[in-house]
């Protein structure tokens, strides 16, 4: 079992930032990729960035350049930086993370959602 709690949402201007972070608990060293997400009103669930145990990354196009995911491993934290901000990139935002455990069996967990907003 994997526990996440996410924070940093808001209101926030277009063109600001924000910071979002991911704390992770339970069986952290099962933990394969962690990844962001995010749910716009009236649409389905859409990855936004991912990082790998190995510290590989991706990205959604619509927020290459734009946004950066890091983790630090010393804090079990996943974050996502978020700049030049877009009324587009409204929604809450899903920690997530794919986890495999020794049997081989894989886990999906979500944390509760922050919302972000960007209005003028």
């Known amino acids: 079992q994997v526990q996440l709690v996410e924070s940093g949402g808001g209101l926030v201007q277009p063109g600001g930032s924000l910071r979002l972070s991911c704390q992770t608990s339970?069986?952290?060293?099962?933990?394969?990729?962690m990844g962001w997400y995010r749910q716009a009103p009236g649409q389905q669930r859409a990855l936004v960035a991912t990082i790998t145990t190995g510290g590989t990354t991706n990205y959604a196009d619509s927020v290459k350049g734009r946004f950066t995911i890091s983790r630090d491993s010393a804090e079990n934290t996943v974050y996502l930086q978020m700049n030049t901000l877009k009324p587009e990139d409204t929604a809450v935002y899903y920690c997530?993370?794919?986890?495999?455990?020794?049997?081989?069996?894989?886990?999906?967990?979500w944390g509760q959602g922050t919302q972000v907003t960007v209005s003028s």
């Open positions: 339970g069986s952290i060293s099962n933990i394969d990729r």
């Open positions: 997530n993370a794919e986890t495999t455990n020794r049997l081989g069996i894989r886990g999906d967990y």
